[in-house]
């Protein structure tokens, strides 16, 4: 099965990346951008669609400064 | 005594490591590859900096997982001394030798430098050598070394002696939550910290103080 887990910075933890693209996107033109946060996407072909949660907790992410959604039969 | 520094894939710092190691008087050193589970008789263990596994993924999300880890973990288990520098702070955070983690600087750029760094707890063998409120000027390199642990875990590491380490609050390299420079374990004898002591061992660079980390893991380590 083809899924996809999507990571992020924690809640309430300082993302200067999405800072970084918060702050640009008014340089640009663009206003009414709240909120960014730059994560990053992992695609993958699995087997038993059962592991990717424990994937995710030992590997994919680390649970202490990053959430994670899984996104199964994308 | 004999320290046992890792060698990573891609680790960069491990030769100075070593050499750091070596000259502790009455030490001696060995490199241990990372494939091999066996530490060699170390009497302490140096966990060096680099890039290990390249930091793919994630910083060090790769390295705890490489056999020569299983036997640091066990060996820390029984009370054995280990110190992570820089990416190896990173590792030992990853496995879960030590509290936190550690985020891009809050600037996004790799920092280069020479830091004022201040010893905040000096019992314990990390950093005995030391007095507690003593400057070590030890330089800095490293992108990713923002410390980072939840309220909670700040506050056991607080009230637990646990910060060993900090720069001064208009000095911070990283951006790292209360400034700090370098956690122990409760125990004491699990040591990470974000500076490089072993490029601070030659008046050539402009500073021994990183000695005195060396020398307070040979006093301390188990002969």
């Known amino acids: ?74 | 005594m004999k320290f046992g520094v890792i060698r990573f894939p891609d680790s960069c710092d491990e030769v100075d490591a070593l050499l750091a190691c070596e000259r502790v008087p009455g030490a001696t050193a060995e490199l241990l590859w990372h494939g091999d589970r066996d530490l060699h008789g170390a009497d302490a263990v140096v966990v060096p900096g680099g890039f290990s596994y390249g930091d793919d993924l994630r910083v060090d999300a790769i390295a705890r997982f490489s056999p020569v880890m299983e036997s640091v973990i066990s060996f820390s288990r029984e009370g054995g001394l280990v110190l992570g520098i820089c990416n190896g702070f990173q590792v030992l955070c990853e496995a879960g030798l030590l509290p936190g983690a550690l985020l891009p600087n809050v600037e996004l750029r790799f920092i280069c430098r020479q830091v004022d760094v201040h010893v905040v707890q000096a019992d314990g063998p990390f950093p005995g050598e030391c007095s507690a409120g003593e400057i070590l000027s030890i330089p800095v390199k490293h992108t990713t070394g923002r410390y980072y642990a939840p309220p909670d875990v700040l506050q056991s590491l607080d009230a637990h002696g646990q910060i060993v380490l900090t720069t001064p609050p208009d000095g911070n390299p990283n951006g790292s939550t209360n400034d700090i420079a370098g956690v122990r374990k409760d125990a004491g004898n699990v040591f990470g910290l974000m500076p490089h002591p072993e490029h601070a061992v030659d008046e050539l660079t402009g500073s021994t103080d990183g000695l005195k980390i060396f020398e307070s893991m040979a006093a301390r380590a188990h002969a």
């Open chain 1, 1 to 74: 099965m083809r899924a996809r887990v999507l990571v992020r910075p924690k809640e309430g933890i300082l993302d200067p990346q999405g800072v970084a693209v918060e702050r640009a996107l008014p340089a640009l033109g663009f206003e009414g951008v709240a909120n960014v946060h730059v994560g990053r996407l992992i695609e993958l072909d699995v087997e038993d669609p059962a592991q990717l949660p424990e994937m995710c907790q030992k590997l994919l992410a680390n649970p202490l400064i990053e959430d994670y959604e899984i996104l199964k039969g994308v």
